[in-house]
């Protein structure tokens, strides 16, 4: 049970509009063991984030289902906890009450008042935001927002975390910092992790196995690559670390020889692209 | 030879007081810069434009009264605000109360039945396909054109100038709700539907908050509105108000205490401005303007 804990089988996702249909995902299999890290990687408008959220169940597959934990995913719901690029705090909340209206909706019947604003500290006290508790969301930086956001989905007890570029809008300095928070707090804790990112170091450094996707339309699973490295990683001894640098060049090698992008850059083709990332974004 | 380099040890008191008292100084200086800046230009430019009509309106032929005319004439209505010799003659204070509370009826009608018909149509396609023509087409009616039909429904002038208000206030909060609602980013619906927020919860968590920027934004334009059309509105139905009290010096040719009611309405309509203002202010915690 517990090595096919995530369970995506088979799932399709064509998008319709008026005339034309766009067949984003192609027959994705994959299976996730519990406490597992898994990075998703592939070129912009591959349909990751798709895949994400169909696991999210904020999309529902036009075929195949995804199961987790023995249940079948057909809605969203605090059991898959997020954390979205642009870290979609609430900006008249504060960091403390952000947390809190996740935390009193999830434990609201389970959990007494006292223990759940012990909880909400608690996971604050975990990503370092214990000092910024009555602070509005546009009065903290970036990096701080995405450390409420991941303050939020940990304090739901998810079965699974699903983090999509958690760390994309963030300078690289915040990034690594950020990137070393998640370690430690996944070390302690042994979440279940979907990640997608477009950081092949990141993905490398994280993950207990990377899933690398072909080009859109008809994007699939290309190849899985087990990261055998052990944990705790520190970035630096990795540098040097032949393994470690045969993973990144296995990566590279598979985003940019065998999945390079092909398009010309014509003005039409950056216009889609424009496009995709406008509705990307607006996705989450 | 100083105090502070005869005796060390005052020297050392002044010494240690002084960055305190430089400091104190420098503030002073900092506010006086202040409101040299804020307060100058106002000041300079309010006498000029009252020199400027004082001049004009004391040429021979004039036919408005000039300043010193209007507050020497109108002198008992200043410093007497709150007087009361019955019926329709009392001070200004009790003219404006009278607007503001017929001002209060009609905007909180409107303000309950605009967020609710801006929320629905803001919703629901099906409501504002049918709702928005009809509404696009009636906002467009001016406040005293409601009067005569408002007067023939309720029989009453009094119940005729709170529709008045109703109406005009309405449009604004209607659309600006709708926009609102419309406009709830599919973030903040994203973590409502992994939270499972139900619709109550929804609403009150997610929706009234993120569209209260809009919100206000109409509820100010609204307020403003309403002071406007109750000044006209009150010319036509008479009774205690402003609007009665100019129509009133009118016909009486009192040109100085309609100068005077004049400046009661702009300085009530800013006032009413200022507190919706400031309500949404501390309601959106600051992300309205």
Redesign the interface.
Known sequence: MSDRYLIIDNVNKIFHSKKTATHVLDSINLTVKRGEYISIIGHSGCGKSTLLNAVSGLTTATSGYVILDGKEVNAPGPDRALVFQNHSLLPWLSVYENVALAVNKVFGASKSAQERKDWILHNLDMVGMSHALTRLPAEISGGMKQRVGIARALAMQPKLLLLDEPFGALDALTRAHLQEEVMRIQADLNNTVLMITHDVDEAVLLSDRIVMMTNGPRATIGEVLEINLDRPRNRIELASDPLYNEYRRAVLRFLHEKQQKVAPLTPEASENKQSEADQRVSVG | MTAESSNPKTGIMAALRQPSAAFHKDQLAALGQWLLAHLLPPVVVLTGLMGLWEILCSMPGAMLPAPSQVVQETWELIVLPFYNYGGNDVGMGWQVLASLERVAYGYSMAVVVGVSLGVLIGKSTWAMRGLDPIFQVLRTVPPLAWLPISLAAFQSSNPSAIFVIFITAIWPIIINTSVGIRNIP???Q??A?????NPY?NFT??ML??A?PYIFSGLRIGIGLSWLAIVAAEMLIGGVGIGFFIWDAWNASMLSDIVLALIYVGLVGYFLDQVVGFIGRRV????SA
């Open positions: 599919d973030d903040y994203n973590v539907r992994v939270l499972r927020l919860e968590r997610i908050p993120s209260a959106t915690r600051g992300t």
